[in-house]
């Protein structure tokens, strides 16, 4: 008797003879069957198994060591025989590492190793995944369906309606959303700006009605802490974060199984159990999205695909349920391994029988061994008692299949002796990631800049071009600064300012925009505009208008050199500058050749450089407009500063209050050698003789007083056209004149219009008289009745007419403001216009 004859006896000799059921053909007619274990016959031992067109859903119970890990390795050697694609979810790697090595070399191009460990182990490379990704507008109730599912069971006790309420409605806006990404939700959670502009792409009215009306005053304070907290804990894992932070999987399932794909998930390193479970969960979540689609669209699935789950009792319950009813319909076969039934849900644990196709038990526990006694040909007692690799076998086949058998041993590998065919493979369908993006070397300071010098520099130079630019022309223009490759200028500008930040929008080209080019263009989007470069400050800012507009004078003119700001918007609860800059660290000097006007080769000096670090002299701008009334403070400013290692420049507005700064700090023992002093013009302002300040005006904002000096208003896209300024700019600047309160939008305009006109405050500014050097006659003054109105509120009022009011006073303030109004047809509301100031009312 061969050796693997004297090693089944003595394991069968716990069993009687006629318990163990022979097949009944050879093992070599048996070309058709599912092989699970083998049986003796004849002295010989033979295979033991099912017919495959009969090979369903299979559920796996055993205890630890007792051969389950062997029997999934059984099954899924005779799928790599068969050359049919599989996905294997395992949480301990040995067997991942296993069935890498039984792969042979012309089949390993179809290979694909998922592993959370990945980016760390081989130099970026990972199966970057997206669980919200879906194209087809029709199926996106499938993926939110499944996904609210798989988190619904995932955090059990810890779900509630509040949570799965908040939670919904930040999914049905993301999956709504081009180029989202799991790790999106955070920035709804915390980023309100974020927050309205993803808005603009839901489609669905209550979504944006609950974020709108409901969610600060009845969800923010409580319920988004707790989803906060959920989600942070899985982003917060660096490895896992370069695999959630995608926008497009590395592979789709559906190319996974249309490709007869090999794939195998190893979760054993790179997080918590409690995470792997919830990458594991994802991914299965995913596979039943596309087992749904393709029940929803009738697909048939020609060659088999088959999915095998180690520990399935680790994973969603209600996504495992979901795959049982779906895939099997549709060319998929499910695999599921767990130790006992008492560690499934209470749902799943009931149908297992109804559900699966095949069950089959090693040696578990009592409650297991009962619910399954029925079904098995053997008795509670001895289910309980089994040796190692022995075990029951119940199938529904035609005809019905009871038997006892046992599993051969298959070798184990090491690490190191499949390193070489994970690298292959995450090479050939995984992407590269930027690793100091996700774990930069040296953390930036708490108010340091957001991005690279790299990022900001591209960034930047799409704000002060004001227009679309391609790849070619962001890329010359970085290699005249850094020293940089294509993958970096890409890993940049795709990974992070496209992709990871949104601050960047990659447009494809149109074929009838009138421009030859098909290369990609790329533009800067409104969130990037009102996070690193917003002009807008929260609460009342010391210094007025004065102390604000010069910081932000200032700061035009930094960006201009391509130094990074950031400004205390008074949104936070800390001291810091008024702002502080950045600047790029030099590394050396380059002599290029360039060429002057004539053509001719001239050398030229040029410094580079660092794209991943910004310069450690950081400076502290803090802009003083009268410290006289504050001389402690200056002292303060410059202490603060100067703790945190920054160099100080004081801003003042004439020579008087420079010199008082210098006694202020002598008297405290700080030399003038220590600090510096800027006397800033104060350009362009205009009186406010109401609040008795100055308005300090950027030249973008005096071009647009100016044009709409003799108007009555404009829209923007008139502003554009008429002072001729970059789109941007203009944005900007309206909004800061806005601020100012010397421009409001007017409601002007047939109810429901959209466009929105800009006019001046006439309490603000006054259009300016032509110079006469003849004398002028006092101008009457005109009596005018007292209101109950303020003068600000005139689009109050206009709004009240829109909605319906029928206040006479309303319509009696607006008539004596200049503006007409007539009555529409009935109940059509009423017809809202501005008044020349030479027209008859």
Not at 152 to 167: A, N, V
Request: glycine share 6%.
């Amino acid at each position: 008797m061969s050796h693997d004859n004297q090693w089944y006896k003595k394991i069968a000799n716990t069993l009687s003879r006629k318990e163990i059921v022979k097949p009944e053909t050879p093992a070599q007619e048996q070309v058709d069957t599912t092989v699970f274990g083998y049986v003796e016959r004849r002295g010989e031992l033979v295979p033991f198994g099912i017919p495959k067109k009969d090979n369903q859903n299979t559920f796996i119970f055993g205890e630890i060591k007792s051969g389950k890990t062997t029997l999934l390795k059984t099954l899924i050697a005779q799928d790599v025989k068969d050359g049919t694609g599989f996905f294997l979810l395992d949480p301990h790697r040995q067997c991942a590492m296993d069935i890498l090595a039984m792969i042979p070399p012309e089949q390993r191009n179809r290979i694909v190793y998922i592993s959370l460990g990945s980016p760390i182990a081989f130099d970026g490379y990972c199966i970057r995944i997206n669980p919200l990704e879906c194209e087809n507008p029709d199926e996106k109730y499938i993926a939110v369906s499944s996904f609210m599912s798989m988190l619904s069971q995932h955090y059990g006790k810890f779900w509630g309606p509040k949570l799965e309420t908040l939670i919904r409605n930040m999914v049905n806006v993301l999956i709504h959303i081009p180029d989202s990404k799991f790790t999106d939700m955070i920035k709804i959670l915390t980023d309100k700006k974020v927050r309205e502009y993803m808005l603009t792409f839901c489609p669905y009215e209550n979504t944006v009605s609950f974020f709108q009306h409901i969610y600060e005053s009845s969800y923010e304070s409580e319920t988004a802490g707790s989803a906060y907290n959920k989600i942070d804990k899985i982003v917060s894992i660096p490895t896992v974060l370069m695999m959630l932070d995608a926008t497009k999987s590395s592979i789709t399932v559906e190319r996974m199984i249309k490709e007869n794909k090999i794939v195998i998930m190893d979760l054993l390193s790179g997080a918590t159990p409690e995470i792997a479970e919830f990458m594991g969960a994802v991914i299965l979540h995913m596979f039943n999205v596309e087992g749904k689609r393709r029940q929803e669209k009738g697909i048939n699935q020609d060659a088999q695909f088959n999915i095998y789950v180690d520990e399935a009792h680790m994973f969603s319950s209600a996504v495992l349920r979901e795959l049982l009813n779906t895939v099997r319909k549709f060319g998929m076969r499910l695999t599921l391994a767990t130790q006992t039934i008492d560690k499934l849900n209470e749902d799943l644990a009931d149908e297992v029988l109804a559900l699966c196709q095949t069950v089959v038990s090693f040696r578990c526990n009592y409650n297991t061994a009962k619910m399954l006694a029925d079904s098995l040909p053997l008795d509670t007692r001895k289910i309980t008692t089994l040796s190692n690799h022995m075990f029951a076998l119940w199938s529904k086949s035609d005809p019905p299949v009871q038997g006892i058998g046992i599993t051969k041993p298959m070798p184990s590998f090491s690490y190191e002796q499949v390193r070489h065919i994970m690298r292959e493979s995450l090479e050939r369908y995984g992407d590269k990631v930027n690793l100091s993006t996700y774990m930069p070397v040296n953390a930036s300071a708490k108010n340091g800049p957001k991005l690279s010098p790299l990022e900001f520099f591209l960034l930047n130079t799409l704000y002060l071009e004001g227009r679309d630019m391609t790849w070619g022309e962001l890329s010359q223009a970085a290699h005249c600064t850094f020293e940089v490759t294509p993958r970096e200028i890409n890993a940049a500008l795709f990974d992070t300012l496209v992709s990871h930040n949104r601050y960047v929008i990659a447009n494809k080209p149109k074929m009838d925009d009138g421009d030859s080019s098909i290369n990609l263009r790329f533009s800067i989007s409104k969130l990037a505009i009102s996070s690193i470069y917003s002009k807008a400050v929260a609460g009342r800012r010391a210094g007025g208008q004065l102390h604000v507009g010069t910081i932000f004078a200032m700061m035009d003119s930094q960006l201009r050199n391509h130094n990074y700001c950031v400004i205390d918007r008074g949104d936070k609860n800390e001291e810091m500058a008024d702002m502080l800059v950045y600047s790029f660290l030099p590394i050396h000097e380059n002599n290029k050749i360039t060429h002057d006007s004539a053509g001719n080769q001239a050398p030229g000096l040029f410094t580079m450089y660092n794209p991943k670090k910004w310069s450690h002299d950081v400076i502290a701008v803090e802009v003083e407009t009268d410290t006289t009334k504050h001389e402690s403070q200056v002292y303060r400013n410059y202490v603060k500063n100067k703790k945190n290692n920054h160099d100080v420049c004081f801003v003042v507005f004439s020579d008087k209050i420079a010199i008082h700064i210098t006694d202020v700090l002598a008297k405290n023992g700080i030399g003038v050698e220590q600090y510096q002093i800027m006397v800033f013009p104060q350009g362009i302002t205009q009186e406010q003789e109401r609040q008795g300040q100055d308005v300090l005006l950027s030249e973008s904002e005096a071009a647009i007083i100016r044009e709409l000096e003799h108007t009555d208003g404009a829209t923007t896209r008139r502003i554009i056209k008429t002072a001729s300024l970059a789109p941007l700019e203009v944005f900007a600047a309206l909004q800061s004149l806005e601020r100012k309160k010397i421009l409001e939008k007017s409601g002007i305009g047939h109810k429901g219009s959209k466009k929105t006109t800009w006019i001046k405050k006439d309490e603000m500014v006054q259009k300016s008289e032509p110079k006469d050097d003849k004398v002028q006659e006092p101008k009457p003054q005109i009596q005018t009745q007292p209101t109950k109105y303020a003068t600000s509120e005139t689009n109050a009022l206009l709004f009240l007419i829109n909605e319906g009011s029928e206040d006479p006073d309303v319509f009696e303030e607006l008539r004596r403001r200049n503006y007409g109004i007539c009555p529409k047809k009935k109940g059509a509301g009423f017809s809202i216009h501005k008044l020349s100031k030479n027209s008859k009312k």
